[in-house]
């Protein structure tokens, strides 16, 4: 299974429009190769690199969907309704663009697709733990992708 984006390539600078400081567009994703036996997809986009101060685990969770078509082969900026959209860190069931601490240097995103082998029963109420708990056994493949992003 791949997972890439049209806006840049795996490991680049993800566009500042795609950030809180850009406008928050949502960044679109094109997937290929999801296994035949897929019953759905999940996507995870979550930064590592939080500073311990503002949050203990180092994690903010910027997008957490489930429950995405199996034949679905992409998202695109607008279509921020494709499967169940649950709670990032700051709460809310939306995209959250990248935002770190201005002057902390860059920050990894990563975006990771799960192929499933069956569909999730979780409220949107759900984040990333009890997705991830959800999907232990379920996940037949895997892709990611990462950004980079920074503020000055």
Do not use: K
């Not at 993800?14 to 997937?31: A, K, M």
């Not at 969907?65 to 809310?92: F, M």
Request: hydrophobic share 35%; aromatic share 8%; charged share 25%.
């Amino acid at each position: 299974m791949r997972m890439e984006s049209p806006s840049f390539r795996d490991g680049d600078w993800i566009p500042v429009e795609y950030s809180v400081d850009g406008g928050e567009s949502q960044v679109p994703l094109e997937f290929d190769a999801v296994p035949v036996g897929a019953a759905s997809l999940a996507l995870v986009v979550h930064d590592p690199d939080v500073p311990r101060d503002r949050r203990p685990d180092g994690n903010f969770d910027h997008w957490v969907v489930w429950n995405i078509p199996a034949g679905q082969r992409g998202i695109s900026e607008g279509d921020g309704q494709v499967g169940v959209v649950g709670v990032t860190t700051r709460g809310t069931n939306t995209w959250i663009g990248p935002a770190p601490p201005p002057g902390d240097g860059p920050h990894r995103y990563f975006f990771t697709l799960y192929a499933l082998d069956t569909v999730l029963d979780l409220p949107p109420s759900a984040g990333r733990p009890e997705v991830e708990e959800a999907m232990e056994g379920h996940v037949v493949e895997r892709a990611v992708l990462m950004g980079r992003f920074q503020r000055d």
